[in-house]
Antibody, heavy 114, light 108 residues
């Protein structure tokens, strides 16, 4: 059974940083593209970034390019999102997503506020 | 930046049929964009109903089906149930991924 468990969310001040993690199980993690998707309160889904199975290719939404980085540790079946220079409009529930076939985690909440 | 369009809201009667669509600002949606469809109920994480245009998960009710229709991706619900009331999102793959704005489906 595919499972994705996110962690690392919390309250951070504008301009601050946060690192999200997602631990995967139930599939061969290194074989698959993985994404981060976010949802601001009361809003729709927004794709944030993704990374190829071997980490050799990455893509970012324009809204986060230059501020967020995505990485993975295949030995630990883990996906990461490093978020720097956070803004109020980054406040959202952040989901980890296995791209192929679309398996979702339950999300971790990031709140950017002073 | 690609814009993916969905109907903001639709209403279907219980037992009725409704089709939700997903269009792209860059032209026709094809299988090469691997359309996905997700269902999200209030307070819950999204779940994937359809992937790669037509493929279903084991948990996808048989009344849902995916297709291409008139240059768009389509999600058809045949025999709507009250529990199908939810927000539905499509996603297109093209290097970057892009979600549609979502369709709020009311079963009434």
């Amino acid at each position: 059974e595919v499972q994705l468990v996110e962690s690392g969310g919390g309250l951070v001040q504008p301009g601050g940083s946060l690192r999200l993690a997602c631990v995967a199980s139930g599939f061969t993690f290194s074989d698959y593209w993985m994404s981060w998707v976010r949802q601001a309160p009361g809003k729709g889904l927004e794709w944030v970034a993704n990374i190829k199975g071997d980490g050799s290719d990455k893509n970012f939404a324009d809204s986060v390019k230059g501020r967020f980085t995505i990485s993975r540790d295949n030995a630990k079946n883990s996906l990461f999102l490093q978020m720097n220079n956070l803004r109020a409009d980054d406040t959202a529930l952040y989901y980890c997503l296995k791209d192929f076939q679309g398996y979702w985690g339950q999300g971790t909440l990031v709140t950017v506020s002073s | 930046q690609v814009v993916v369009t969905q109907e903001p809201s639709l209403t279907v009667s219980p037992g009725g049929t409704v089709t939700l669509t997903c269009g792209s600002s860059t032209g026709a949606v094809t299988n090469a964009l691997y359309p996905y469809w997700f269902q999200q109920k209030p307070g819950q994480a999204p779940t994937t109903l359809i992937y790669d245009t037509t493929n279903k998960h084991s948990w996808t009710p048989a009344r849902f089906s995916g297709s291409l229709l008139g240059g768009k991706a389509a999600l058809t619900l045949s025999g709507a149930q009250p529990e199908d009331e939810a927000e539905y999102y499509c996603l297109l793959y093209g290097g970057r991924r892009v979600f549609g704005g979502g369709t709020k489906l009311t079963v009434l």
